[in-house]
Nanobody, 124 residues
Framework: VQLQASGGGLVQAGGSLRLSCAAT????????AGWFRQPPGKEREFVAG????????NYADAVKGRFTMSRDSSRSTVYLQMNSLKPEDTAVYYC??????????????????WGQGTQVTVSS
């Protein structure tokens, strides 16, 4: 499975962006999918995850209530709707997929497939 992330850009604080992650050469199938981000000079961190069925999601505390992750019915694309963006949301955002279970879903090592990253910059 190849993952292609898109939708990043420059936005003012309080604005919104929608990130997409398309699976090529395959689909997400029943893989758990996740979004991670890496702020400048920091380690990659968990942002949001969605179960293989799409029936449950979980979020980092920093984004809870502002970000929403979803997947389409064809299981070929996952999305991250980001609202009320803050300057501290500035980072390169990566999508990932794998057979992670819920207890390990926040760990980068639980995912096998990664997209190339898309830059999100939030100005104050």
């Amino acid at each position: 499975v190849q993952l292609q992330a898109s939708g990043g850009g420059l936005v003012q604080a309080g604005g919104s962006l929608r990130l997409s992650c398309a699976a090529t050469e395959g689909t997400f199938g029943n893989y758990r999918a996740g979004w991670f981000r890496q702020p400048p000079g920091k380690e990659r961190e968990f942002v949001a995850g969605i179960s293989g069925s799409g029936g449950s999601t979980n979020y980092a505390d920093a984004v809870k209530g502002r970000f929403t992750m979803s997947r389409d019915s064809s299981r070929s694309t996952v999305y991250l709707q980001m609202n009320s963006l803050k300057p501290e949301d500035t980072a390169v955002y990566y999508c990932a997929a794998g057979r992670a279970i819920l207890s390990s879903a926040r760990n980068t090592g639980a995912y096998t497939y990664w997209g190339q990253g898309t830059q999100v910059t939030v100005s104050s």
